[in-house]
């Protein structure tokens, strides 16, 4: 439970509490709670200001010779606790029924929520590693079938656990993009070459940002010059293939 920024009580706070009821006296909660008599009444003053109003009040007199007891505030906390408790375990329970069915979406939302300036983001799975005298070579299969080759150092390669069936993530930045048309025939030293049609052409004051929607689904930005975008010829619906070094990819896995 949280009050704002501050923490309330979890179930040892409330522990404490409901000890209390029980015993009737803070030394004895705090030993059966393995807990410092200091500690036991520091987290009762820190509940009871953050509360602001007592939860734990003391008792004079009686057969005992006094005591401590919970106030209702104080007993009121303890039974919500309890049926938040209830009701939380009962959502773990629901969601582990449901774990098939939410496992792939639960990765996609921590996926969605990665920032980084890298235009193009694609996930995959590694499908080939080729060991180099310094550096790897590492294939991932992306969405619709594509395929991006990235070099790493070695130290990247164990580091990120870069294996056959491994997760990964690929980023490209748009102005490592060549874009290329009416290459047919012609042979390019780049490793990466994704075909796809001109979905948006944004022209800036001096760049232009191209997207290209690839077959199978996704999309590859590109940003290149408004010159050399006159001079492709490029015009939404065209197609053209878009170009990067392996060099030019950076691979990253899930946290």
């Known amino acids: 439970m949280t ?13 404490l509490l409901a000890a209390i009821a029980e015993t009737g006296s803070i030394s004895q909660a705090a030993k059966a709670l393995g807990v410092s008599y200091k500690g036991a009444w520091d987290a009762i003053d820190a509940m009871n200001n953050l509360a602001g109003e007592a939860l734990v009040e003391r008792v004079t007199g009686g057969k005992g010779g006094g005591g401590t007891r919970l106030t209702a505030r104080g007993a009121q906390l303890v039974r919500n606790f309890r049926a938040i408790e209830q009701i939380h375990q009962q959502f773990v329970e629901q969601l582990n029924r449901q774990a098939g069915d939410l496992a792939a979406d639960f990765n996609l939302i921590g996926r969605l929520n ?3 300036s890298a235009r193009n983001q694609f996930f ?19 969405a619709g079938g594509h395929k991006i080759v990235a070099i790493v150092t070695h130290e990247s390669t164990a580091s990120l656990g870069l294996a056959i069936g491994a997760q990964a993530f690929v980023l490209i930045k748009a102005s490592s993009i060549i874009l290329v048309t009416e290459a047919e025939g012609a042979r390019f030293s780049a490793r990466n070459r994704l075909e796809g049609k ?3 052409l944004i022209p800036g004051a001096v760049n232009a ?4 929607d690839l077959a199978g689904g996704g999309s ?13 010829g490029l015009a939404e619906g065209g197609t ?7 060099s030019s990819v950076i691979v990253g896995v899930p946290a």
């Open 240 to 246: 053209a293939t878009a170009m990067f070094k392996a």
């Open 209 to 212: 940002e191209v997207v290209l």
């Open 198 to 200: 001109v979905a948006r």
């Open 220 to 232: 590859i930005a590109a940003i290149i010059t408004n010159e050399s975008a006159r001079a492709l």
């Open 124 to 142: 995959g799975k590694v499908s080939r590693v080729q060991a180099g005298a310094v550096n790897d070579e590492i294939d991932i299969d992306i």
């Open 3 to 15: 009050v704002g920024d501050e923490k309330f009580g979890g179930p040892g706070r409330v522990g």
């Open 114 to 116: 990665m920032k980084t």
